[in-house]
T-cell receptor
Framework: GAGVSQSPRYKVAKRGQDVALRCDPI?????LFWYQQALGQGPEFLTY????????KSGLPSDRFFAERPEGSVSTLKIQRTQQEDSAVYLC???????????FGNGTRLTVT | AQRVTQPEKLLSVFKGAPVELKCNYS??????LFWYVQYSRQRLQLLLR??SRESIKGFTADLNKGETSFHLKKPFAQEEDSAMYYC???????????FGAGTRLTVKP
């Protein structure tokens, strides 16, 4: 079956632009996570949804980062006024149940110039 | 706060040799530990979790609470084991999965 799908795969933004990254989780998965992975580092937790509720956003690095999952399926991570330090791979993962196995997408590589 | 440390960024072994990827964690409660793997041009995927006590692709990992370690081991490495390996910790009271920085394993022929 289809896995977690993320789009776009690559995004180049000029500093100061806003970007929106999309995640389509596996159908029926209630939990959805966003991670940020800088070069040479492991994934860093950003935020977590259970259905449409954002239960934890403690990892969002600043108020320029915003995530939503309005209908409990597709999620969008928005970054406003992008900065060079935002350059990273943004990973989305979903799980069928709370604390279940994470299924990752291929990620979106964001480069801010 | 929970933290996962993988002291080796790179590890290289010959085919057929034993391999051990180290993982240490700090967490005050009772953690749930995982190993995730990313093969070349593939997405990150679960390799094993300590509560299942399974052996996947010949890999095993034992949780040592005294040493706060969860090292990944395989007695005879294969070339197809070459990949990026991440140790991860899930705390008891939330869903915040924390990952280590990863170890790139290369198995030479």
């Amino acid at each position: 079956g289809a896995g977690v799908s993320q789009s776009p795969r690559y995004k180049v933004a000029k500093r100061g632009q806003d970007v929106a990254l999309r995640c389509d989780p596996i159908s029926g998965h209630v939990s959805l996570f966003w991670y940020q992975q800088a070069l040479g580092q492991g994934p860093e937790f950003l935020t977590y949804f259970q259905n449409e509720a954002q239960l934890d956003k403690s990892g969002l690095p600043s108020d320029r980062f915003f995530a939503e999952r309005p209908e409990g399926s597709v999620s969008t991570l928005k970054i406003q006024r992008t900065q060079q330090e935002d350059s990273a791979v943004y990973l989305c993962a979903s799980s069928l149940v709370q604390r279940g196995t994470l299924h990752f997408g291929n990620g979106t590589r964001l480069t801010v110039t | 706060a929970q933290r996962v440390t993988q002291p080796e960024k790179l590890l290289s072994v010959f085919k057929g040799a034993p391999v051990e990827l180290k993982c240490n964690y700090s967490y005050s409660g009772s953690p749930e530990l995982f190993w995730y793997v990313q093969y070349s041009r593939q997405r990150l995927q679960l390799l094993l979790r300590h509560i299942s006590r399974e052996s996947i692709k010949g890999f095993t990992a034992d949780l040592n609470k005294g040493e706060t370690s969860f090292h990944l081991k395989k007695p005879f490495a294969q070339e197809e084991d070459s990949a990026m390996y991440y140790c991860a910790l899930l705390s008891y009271n939330n869903n915040d999965m924390r990952f280590g920085a990863g170890t790139r394993l290369t198995v030479k022929p």
